[in-house]
């Protein structure tokens, strides 16, 4: 039955999927301007922007090349990047990993940390620390995550040199020397998302413990803790986990930037450097990549919401 | 058979309160005091908008001019925050940085505000239309934003104009999805049907009923994307993807600050500064907005 | 024997907008095994009286003076761990809609057993049996079933027995019910007060019924306390109240009752009465009897000095400056 359900939503996902490969795909061909000479810069000859043209297939039928390339993407070929002739497929894995260990450390600590204080706050609504805590969160919010970034690295690593200034370390190099050089790195992309998940979970549980089953659960005599977590958090959970689903699309947009200021060799600086390039076969790869990533997630976050919510069903 | 056997001996008069009186207070410090957001919010950000304006009268300096024999050189009277790597004036190049801060923030609310109202009504009204253009925000939305704008702008020449277009493209979709809801719950209450059994013309129908009844979210939502733009504005820039680098835009200047920014970390730090309080003012405005318009949130008592 | 003691009760809450009074000096007692009603039309204050003998009141908009006794003991005194301790399990609440006093994500089963295994101590076995126990007792059919449904599963009549087992589960010396049939349909409002009738006898709960509904107050209450404005202005046992109403208030809403064949009469009534003017604002400080402004009998004594409560007649407690002896509806 559940098994259906997930076949059904994967299947729904592709034709989504196939949208977005077909608005990349086709920005090449509607954007004004010739893209080929834009690529190859102001100083190209015309044999370089001709090379350029073929290369990205602009010499033949829009659609041709399109069912060429969703054919090539079948075969897990997103194609060959400009600058260094290479797949960018193999790019992509190559840079996985650490993008992947970033964002999937500032996931689990964003959670970890922003739920509680979201709770927090909801249950002491109009106090000092409910305040506080909005506040910190309206910041977290508005200072972009670079800023964030390198004020971490002066404090933390400039100045008292606790931490690395940038760098990444594998896992098999040892679980404390990946993690020190990736824990700020995490605060600074995770800042925007705790915010942004302090705020939905203070909100959704500002309704939920205005409903008449938590005055129930009052009048039970049950304990503080065991009204907020089991009985108030459990009905607040489908916007939470919605937000955090839809933040993972700030995680993505933020690694992008993070990698950057810390120097991580992930596929957001594999971005910033084919837009330097601009080799744009990497960057219509990355982003078909990260939309399927997208897609996943917000599908699990779809499955989940029956575990969370007795009264959905598919 | 126990009744009230004690009462009140203040004979015949009401029991004390229990809450000493309020203070009275004037009209401009109850309604500060009521929405300290929208008042920090909208103060900032007309303090910005003041400085962005009046950037000439503030500094003598222009902003691209560059003396190299000034280069990089500590804060000092001369030049407030120093100069750049390449002579120019850190504080000029700041100031005038607020206009384009301010002028793609606002450009993009409004133009994705725009399209995003005219896409919601369409889809909304249409049956048709809307299955279509679901499918196509469902697509756009699974592109994360900052992706969506690094597209279109490296595809296209650095100016500011691409990058508003570009921000603008990547934020209207949720702007639609919004007007969208709205309209379809606004679409089945009586009135709007009574509007339409009366035989009232569908623009009038938007016009009179509809809009009305959207503007708060709408503009909760822009202040927002104004936000979103700006922070947009200032990655995109930072990464190389944004307005080109003789302008003075706060995420150029950072850009330009990295490579020396731990020896000057000024160069970094003020105008992301300058930016954060930026971003600040107008979230804050935006929250007051939503708390002051969503009549949910008068509390119960 | 007093069971539940409620000495000058006073609850105000600050609002926005201003202070709110809703509770102005109450006073009334509760024996065992007796059924008291509290009527009043909304804003009387009658729902935030039952909500503050389990000090469900949230403090922080809200203020709370007085004595509650339970048992001799102050119950706005006590900590809130005794507090807790006595909520669901001497003292127990039912609310007025059903369907949404139960947690949508919880079964069931789990809602009752967790009072039984948190005040009793029981097992997982044992809470269970207990559950299942309460739910025949409740008349809830198929019991085994209904332990493992979800509230959206049940209709609003039986959310409403299950929150009766959830409240007795306990054996409770005192239950307070807040309008628990207003949100029910009327075959099924009887059914329930019928229910609770009879878990009364077999079990010696004491009942505190709030209502608006003087057919409901008829129906199952002993005696019966009527609150307007903060304050109650008569209290008698139910043969008493409806047969010689004295206060003017109380005659009115007798009047006002709609009788089958009224227009067909003499008096040829085809207009329903009603009680002039409209409930005070309870943000301004009352001066004199908060009913003066809509009372037939009002004197300028009214308007200035706020009616004590006495005995007019054995059992039978008024404030009003003017009572009339004999008026039958």
């Known amino acids: 039955m559940l098994l259906n359900a997930i076949l059904k939503r994967l299947l729904a996902t592709v034709p989504v999927l196939l949208g977005v490969a077909l608005f990349v795909f086709s920005l090449l061909y509607i954007i004004p301007g010739d893209p080929a000479a834009l690529i190859a810069g102001d100083t190209a000859t015309p044999e370089e922007i001709a090379r350029i043209r073929s290369s990205l297939g602009l010499d033949r039928s829009f659609w041709v090349r399109f069912a060429e390339w969703l054919l090539q993407i079948l075969h897990g070929e997103l194609g060959t990047s400009i600058f260094s002739g290479m797949s960018v497929s193999h790019l992509i894995g190559q840079r996985l990993?650490?993008?992947?260990?970033?964002?999937?450390?500032?996931?689990?600590?964003?959670?970890?940390?922003?739920?509680?204080?979201?709770?927090?706050?909801?249950?002491?609504?109009?106090?000092?620390?409910?305040?506080?805590?909005?506040?910190?969160?309206?910041?977290?919010?508005?200072?972009?995550v670079f800023v964030v970034g390198y004020l971490l690295a002066y404090v933390f690593a400039v100045e008292l040199s606790w931490l690395p200034v940038q760098g990444y370390r594998p896992l098999s190099d040892g679980i404390w020397e990946w993690l020190r050089h990736l824990i700020l790195p995490s605060v600074a992309l995770g800042g925007i998302y705790i915010a942004l998940i302090a705020r939905i979970t203070r909100t959704a549980m500002l309704e939920v413990l205005s409903q008449d089953y938590v005055r129930t659960a009052?009048?039970?005599?049950?304990?503080?803790?065991?009204?907020?977590?089991?009985?108030?958090?459990?009905?607040?959970?489908?916007?939470?986990?919605?937000?955090?689903?839809?933040?993972?699309?700030?995680?993505?947009?933020?690694a992008v930037a993070t990698e950057s200021v810390f120097s991580i060799p992930g596929l957001g600086r594999l971005t910033v450097d084919a837009i330097l390039r601009r080799d744009y076969p990497i960057i219509q790869g990355v982003i078909l990549f990260f939309s399927m990533v997208y897609l996943l997630v917000n599908l699990v976050v779809d499955m989940l919401y029956v575990i969370l919510d007795p009264r959905i069903r598919y | 058979m126990n009744a009230c056997t004690t009462e009140f001996q203040t004979g015949g008069q009401m029991p004390p309160d229990l809450f000493e009186a309020e203070r009275p207070r004037g009209p401009i410090a109850l309604w500060v005091r009521h929405h300290p957001a929208i008042a920090w919010g909208g103060g900032l950000l007309v303090l910005m908008a003041c400085i962005a304006l009046l950037a000439p009268l503030i500094t003598s300096y222009d902003p691209a001019n560059m003396t190299p024999m000034l280069r990089g050189k500590k804060p000092s009277w001369a030049h407030l925050f120093g100069t750049d790597m390449l002579g120019r004036d850190v504080f000029a190049r700041v100031i005038y940085g607020a206009r384009i801060s301010l002028m793609v923030g606002f450009a993009?609310?409004?133009?994705?505000?725009?399209?995003?109202?005219?896409?919601?009504?369409?889809?909304?009204?249409?049956?048709?239309?809307?299955?279509?253009?679901?499918?196509?925000?469902?697509?756009?939305?699974s592109i994360p934003p900052i992706l969506l704008a690094i597209a279109l702008t490296a595809?296209?020449?650095?100016?500011?104009?691409?990058?508003?277009?570009?921000?603008?493209?990547?934020?209207?979709?949720?702007?639609?999805?919004?007007?969208?809801?709205?309209?379809?719950?606004?679409?089945?209450?009586?009135?709007?049907?009574?509007?339409?059994?009366?035989?009232?013309?569908?623009?009038?129908?938007?016009?009179?009923?509809?809009?009305?009844?959207?503007?708060?979210?709408?503009?909760?939502?822009?202040?927002?994307?104004?936000?979103?733009?700006?922070?947009?504005?200032?990655?995109?820039?930072?990464?190389?993807?944004?307005?080109?680098?003789?302008?003075?835009?706060?995420?150029?200047?950072?850009?330009?600050?990295?490579?020396?920014?731990?020896?000057?970390?000024?160069?970094v730090f003020i105008p992301a500064v300058f930016l954060s309080i930026t971003v600040l003012a107008v979230n804050l405005l935006g929250d007051g907005l939503r708390d002051a318009l969503d009549p949910r949130m008068a509390k119960r008592v | 024997m007093t069971l539940l003691q409620v000495e000058d009760l006073q609850v105000h809450f600050r609002t926005p907008t201003g202070v709110v009074r809703s509770v102005n000096g109450l006073s009334f007692a509760v024996d065992r095994g007796e059924t008291v009603a509290i009527v009043g039309e909304s804003g009387c204050g009658k729902s935030v009286t039952s909500m503050s003998v389990l000090r469900l009141i949230p403090t922080p908009p809200g203020r709370m003076a007085g004595k509650i006794l339970f048992e001799g003991r102050n119950l706005l005194a006590l900590p809130e761990d005794d507090m807790k301790a006595i909520r669901g399990n001497?003292?127990?609440?039912?609310?007025?809609?059903?369907?949404?006093?139960?947690?949508?994500?919880?079964?069931?089963?789990?809602?009752i057993c967790e009072t039984l295994r948190l005040h009793q101590g029981m097992d997982a076995n044992q809470a269970n049996a207990r559950a299942l126990v309460m739910l025949q007792l409740v008349g809830i059919t198929a019991p085994?079933?209904?332990?493992?449904?979800?509230?959206?599963?049940?209709?609003?009549?039986?959310?409403?027995?299950?929150?009766?087992?959830?409240?007795?589960?306990?054996?409770?010396k005192l239950l307070i019910a807040d309008e628990p049939t207003t949100a029910l349909d009327v075959t099924v409002q009887a059914q329930i007060l019928d229910l609770m009738r009879d878990l009364q006898k077999r079990l010696g709960t004491a009942i505190v019924l709030v209502t608006h509904d003087l057919g409901v107050v008829a129906q199952t209450a002993q005696r019966v306390i009527v609150?307007?404005?903060?304050?109650?202005?008569?209290?008698?046992?139910?043969?008493?109240?409806?047969?010689?109403?004295?206060?003017?208030?109380?005659?009115?809403?007798?009047?006002?009752?709609?009788?089958?064949?009224?227009?067909?009469?003499?008096?040829?009534?085809?207009?329903?009465?009603?009680?002039?003017?409209?409930?005070?604002?309870?943000?301004?400080?009352?001066?004199?009897?908060?009913?003066?402004?809509?009372?037939?009998?009002?004197?300028?004594l009214c308007t200035q000095t706020m009616p004590m409560t006495q005995e007019k007649a054995s059992g039978h407690w008024v404030a009003c400056h003017h009572v009339e002896s004999e008026k039958t509806p």
């Open chain 1, 218 to 254: 009052k009048a039970k005599g049950l304990g503080q803790m065991n009204i907020l977590f089991r009985h108030a958090l459990k009905n607040a959970a489908v916007p939470v986990v919605t937000v955090i689903g839809i933040g993972v699309a700030l995680l993505i947009g933020g």
């Open chain 3, 144 to 172: 085994e079933r209904r332990l493992q449904s979800y509230p959206h599963q049940l209709s609003g009549g039986m959310c409403q027995r299950v929150m009766i087992a959830i409240a007795l589960a306990c054996d409770p």
């Open chain 2, 155 to 267: 595809i296209s020449r650095p100016s500011v104009t691409n990058v508003i277009i570009a921000i603008s493209i990547a934020e209207m979709p949720r702007m639609g999805r919004l007007v969208r809801g709205v309209v379809l719950s606004l679409r089945e209450r009586p009135y709007v049907m009574a509007a339409q059994a009366a035989g009232t013309r569908l623009p009038k129908i938007i016009l009179r009923h509809i809009l009305p009844n959207t503007l708060a979210p709408i503009m909760v939502q822009a202040t927002y994307i104004c936000a979103a733009a700006m922070i947009t504005e200032a990655i995109l820039s930072f990464i190389g993807a944004g307005a080109p680098t003789n302008i003075p835009s706060w995420g150029n200047i950072i850009s330009e600050g990295r490579a020396v920014w731990q020896l000057r970390p000024y160069l």
């Open chain 1, 97 to 144: 990993g650490p993008t992947l260990s970033l964002m999937s450390l500032t996931l689990v600590v964003a959670i970890v940390v922003a739920v509680p204080m979201g709770v927090l706050a909801a249950w002491k609504q109009g106090t000092m620390l409910d305040r506080l805590t909005m506040m910190g969160a309206v910041f977290g919010f508005s200072v972009p």
């Open chain 3, 227 to 300: 609150m307007y404005a903060g304050r109650k202005v008569e209290e008698a046992s139910v043969d008493a109240l409806f047969a010689h109403p004295m206060h003017p208030y109380t005659q009115g809403l007798m009047d006002a009752i709609p009788k089958l064949g009224s227009s067909l009469g003499s008096e040829s009534r085809t207009q329903l009465a009603e009680i002039d003017g409209a409930v005070p604002d309870l943000r301004k400080p009352l001066v004199g009897c908060a009913f003066a402004s809509r009372c037939s009998r009002s004197t300028v």
């Open chain 3, 90 to 111: 001497e003292i127990s609440m039912i609310f007025q809609e059903p369907m949404t006093s139960l947690n949508p994500v919880l079964t069931v089963g789990q809602q």
């Open chain 2, 108 to 141: 993009v609310a409004v133009i994705a505000t725009v399209m995003g109202v005219a896409v919601g009504i369409v889809s909304g009204f249409f049956r048709f239309a809307d299955t279509i253009i679901m499918r196509i925000t469902d697509g756009l939305m």
